[in-house]
């Protein structure tokens, strides 16, 4: 599947039009009455601390889960002593065993959603999960052993129901989209501090934001990355991927700043589930489909986007997310090509994140096109981070480039920087 091209300028024509559509459905949705905009009666958040022992034994929480609950689970260590463990884990750890997580380190916390699932969560010190269907949550530790450490992990839940899965009014939804706009013309959406050149990954800081979230409000996520050394095979593709996108005239662009190993199904599978949305490749057809929708009283998530080369051809898939109406200025959007290299029979794709704030003028030819975040290992991890809330991330790792791109201009002149870092996500 191939993107088709568009001009800039009818991007954003089409902009302006959504624009319109947007205040007409917000206009239509306040004739409706309070009972038909009532959001569903919610359960109160629930509160819960279990006390377990470092094992290979599995602890239930009595805790049940629901479609659409978020939880967040925090975890440190009680007792004395100098061996204490760890919930992140430990690779001091002697004769763990075969571990549940090979990518974790020895004792670190676990959690299952069902009882007889062999599909394992990471949770270390700090962790917030979207729950996606009914289960109930277990908590183990990473050992296939007993125990070298002591101690005991106390682990807080915090479980607010339904909360992945709130509906906000047509009226709510542009007042954000219109403040998310303001805060990135301004200058707010530049939340994250730039990054110090080479820094290591730190799985011991695994809190997670709502992908949602936009980045007047998001903080610097911490991923739960393998510290295994990545195969040396898939390390020799992986240098080989060009580190730059261009434009149609050569110009040098974003970064590949991601790769997925899966299938083309497990990618737009996975990718649908973590509520990214494929781009449309028609721009009149896109003001069309806005205006259906907004009749229909839907939210438009599929603003069509540029096309950028790498390997000498279009993208073969773009994606994007956003707040409802937001989608014009403000989006959180990537653009993936398949490569010809393949890991344990399964297909390589190299990715490129940015986060698009607002609007500036294009350095190539004066008119108006988007501007995007500068940090922008942001939308890399926000990308892993999505797919990691929807339970199709089976293990993650950073993957550091012999000559990484620190420091750089897109295709447009907009200034962009990175620790260099390359965010390899293998697909469930």
Request: charged residues 15%; neutral net charge; hydrophobic residues 40%.
């Amino acid at each position: 599947m191939l993107l088709h091209e568009f001009s800039r300028p009818t991007c954003v024509f089409t902009m302006i039009a959504l624009v319109a559509v947007a205040l007409l459905c917000c206009a239509g949705a306040s004739a409706q009455t309070t009972t038909a905009n009532a959001a569903p009666t919610l359960a109160p958040p629930t509160d819960k601390t279990v006390e377990i022992e470092p094992s290979q034994k599995w602890t239930d929480t009595g805790i049940d889960l629901h479609p659409g609950d978020m939880l967040q689970v925090t975890a440190t260590t009680t007792g004395s002593g100098d061996s204490l463990c760890d919930p992140q884990g430990s690779t001091a750890l002697a004769n763990a065993g075969k571990l549940p997580v090979e990518s974790a380190s020895p004792g670190a916390l676990l959690a299952k959603l069902q009882e007889k699932s062999d599909s394992f969560e990471f949770i270390g010190a700090q962790r917030h999960l979207k729950i996606t269907q009914a289960g109930h949550l277990y908590l183990g530790s990473n050992l296939g052993a007993s125990a070298s450490c002591s101690g005991k992990y106390s682990v807080k839940t915090h479980l607010v129901p339904g909360a992945g899965a709130e509906t906000s009014s047509y009226k709510s939804k542009l007042t954000s989209a219109a403040q998310i706009w303001l805060s990135g013309q301004l200058g707010g959406l530049n939340a994250n501090p730039k990054p110090t050149a080479g820094a290591a990954s730190d799985a011991s800081q695994s809190a997670v934001t709502p992908a949602s979230e936009t980045a007047a409000t998001a903080t610097v996520i911490n991923l739960p990355v393998s510290r295994a050394a990545l195969d040396a095979a898939l390390t020799k593709d992986l240098q080989a991927v060009p580190r730059r996108v261009s434009d149609e005239f050569k110009n040098l662009g974003d970064m590949v700043n991601f790769i997925i190993i899966g299938s083309e199904k497990q990618v737009q599978d996975a990718l649908t589930a973590s509520n990214w949305h494929v781009a449309d490749t028609s721009t009149g057809g896109a003001v069309a489909k806005a205006i259906l929708m907004a009749t229909q009283k839907q939210d438009y998530m599929q603003m069509p986007m540029s096309q950028l080369y790498l390997y000498g051809r279009v993208q073969d898939f773009g994606y994007e997310m956003a707040e409802p109406y937001a989608m014009v200025a403000s989006r959180h959007h990537f653009r993936i090509w398949k490569t010809t290299a393949t890991y344990n029979g399964q297909m390589i794709w190299a990715g490129a994140g940015t986060h698009d704030i607002g609007f500036e003028k294009d350095q190539r030819n004066g008119k108006v096109t988007h501007k995007i975040d500068p940090a922008i290992d942001g939308e890399r991890d926000n990308i892993g981070q999505s797919l990691l809330q929807a339970g199709r991330a089976k293990m993650m790792s950073y993957f550091t480039p012999s000559d990484p791109v620190m420091e750089s201009k897109n295709a447009t002149g907009g200034g962009f920087h990175s620790d260099g870092r390359v965010l390899v996500i293998f697909l469930q």
